[in-house]
């Protein structure tokens, strides 16, 4: 049974930090490129940070460069994003994703999401 679980989500100041985890089960996790998108009210889903299964290539959308970092741990099966800096429009439901793509397709999961509030 796959699942993908986060957690770290919450309510936070205007520059604070946070700090999301994504732990990983049911797949062979070093085998997935992993990324975190985001929703906000109103708004399309959003890819925020994308890393490759080994960790070698790293994607950021250009509105979170320099402040998220995105990282995993492939003996924990667990990826991370690191939040800093944070901004009111930083605000959304934050969704892990796991994607491996062959020759014979695409296997694609995602966790349920974890709420991202900042506001003073």
């Known amino acids: 049974q796959v699942q993908l679980v986060e957690s770290g989500g919450g309510l936070v100041q205007p520059g604070g930090s946070l700090r999301l985890s994504c732990a990983a089960s049911?797949?062979?996790?070093?085998?997935?490129?992993m990324s975190w998108y985001r929703q906000a009210p109103g708004k399309e889903r959003e890819l925020v940070a994308r890393i490759a299964s080994d960790g070698s290539t790293l994607n950021y959308v250009a509105s979170v460069k320099g402040r998220f970092t995105i990282f995993r741990d492939n003996a924990k099966n667990t990826v991370y994003l690191q939040m800093n800096s944070l901004k009111p429009e930083d605000t959304a439901v934050y969704y892990c994703n796991a994607l491996s793509v062959s020759y014979f397709g695409a296997d694609e999961y995602w966790g349920q999401g974890t709420q991202v509030t900042v506001s003073s």
């Open positions: 049911g797949f062979t996790f070093s085998s997935y490129a």
